[in-house]
C-alpha cells in the first residue's frame, strides 16, 4: 500500500528546516545559538551533535533533524489510523 504524504504530515519538517533557516540567518551571541534546535530535536540531536562535527550545523541538524520531525509525523499517522474506529467496522 503506497502511502502518499499529506501536507499535514509534511507541516512538522517544514517548521523544523525554516526553524534551522532562521537560527543560521540571525545567530545568537556566543556558541548557543544551535541550542534551540538542539532542544527541539531530542532525543536525535544527541547523535546529530556528533554529525555536527564534521557537517555545519545548518546540514546535519538541517538533514536529520528535518528526517526525524518527517518521521514523528508518520508515526502519528499511523497511530491515529491504528487507533481510530473506522466506519463500517464493528468495533
Known amino acids: 500500500m503506497l502511502v502518499r504524504p499529506t501536507f499535514l504530515l509534511l507541516v512538522l519538517p517544514m517548521l ?3 526553524l534551522c533557516i532562521a537560527i543560521q540567518l540571525h545567530p ?3 556558541g548557543w545559538w544551535w541550542f534551540p534546535v538542539f532542544l527541539v530535536d531530542l532525543p536525535i540531536s544527541i547523535g546529530v551533535m556528533f554529525i555536527a562535527y564534521v557537517l ?3 546540514a546535519a541538524f ?3 533533524g528535518t528526517l526525524w520531525w518527517y518521521y514523528v ?3 502519528i499517522r499511523f497511530l491515529y489510523r491504528k487507533f481510530t474506529v473506522r466506519q463500517g467496522s464493528l468495533i
Open 16 to 18: 523544523h528546516i525554516l
Open 62 to 64: 538541517g538533514i536529520f
Open 73 to 75: 509525523g508518520v508515526m
Open 28 to 30: 545568537g551571541d556566543g
Open 56 to 58: 555545519p550545523p545548518l
